[in-house]
């Protein structure tokens, strides 16, 4: 028999249901709440992700256009872009050979007008990358006046210095 008031009022008997509903919410949220975050994380990743391999391809497109694009009338700042986004035993070779090219480009009155036309990460991880890339180039000389085209696919190495991603070694391949 339900207990009554004074005035006749019936007393509710002890309801669990509201702390058993507060516990289901709170069990929710938390569960919701950790997804998210993980799920987040993982965007975060998947960004960092996209975003370096962006700035590696960025780099090797870039080098591989300096490379390929050189002019006999400015190839001291022509040859200063290639060897500003080198390193390692890639950049000595071009430095040693500057010289030589620059009295060859200049007796030949040499232009190379490069274009990238496509560029793949073969490998990458923490601090390297090889890059395969295909770039077409117009080149005119004293032998070529009206210019010839030369398609060049190259496997440039990158290693990331100083947060930038230079060019360690470049070959030719097939």
């Known amino acids: 028999m339900a207990a009554r008031w004074?005035?006749?009022?019936?007393?509710?008997?002890?309801l669990r249901r509201p702390?058993?509903?507060?516990?289901?919410?709170?069990?929710?949220t938390t569960v919701s709440t950790a997804l998210t975050i993980y799920l987040s994380l993982g965007l975060l990743d998947q960004h960092e992700?996209?975003?370096?391999?962006?700035?590696?391809l960025s780099a090797a497109r870039q080098s591989a256009l300096n490379f390929t694009s050189l002019d006999y009338r400015h190839y001291d700042r022509d040859s200063a872009?290639?060897?500003?986004?080198?390193t390692g035993d890639f950049k000595k070779q071009f430095?040693?050979?500057?010289?030589?090219?620059?009295?060859?480009?200049?007796t030949n009155k040499s232009v190379s007008e490069g274009q990238?036309?496509?560029?793949?990460?073969?490998?990458?991880?923490?601090d390297s990358a090889r890059v395969l890339v295909v770039a077409d180039s117009k080149v005119t000389n004293t032998a070529v006046p009206k210019g010839e085209a030369r398609t060049y696919r190259l496997q440039l190495d990158l290693v990331h210095r100083d947060g930038r991603w230079l060019t360690s070694d470049v070959e030719f391949v097939g």
């Open 81 to 86: 872009n290639v060897l500003a986004g080198a």
């Open 116 to 126: 990238v036309l496509e560029a793949g990460i073969a490998r990458s991880d923490g």
């Open 19 to 28: 702390r058993t509903l507060t516990a289901a919410l709170l069990a929710a």
């Open 95 to 106: 430095a040693a050979q500057t010289r030589q090219l620059t009295q060859l480009v200049a």
């Open 6 to 14: 004074p005035h006749g009022m019936k007393l509710k008997p002890k």
């Open 49 to 56: 992700t996209d975003r370096r391999r962006q700035d590696i």
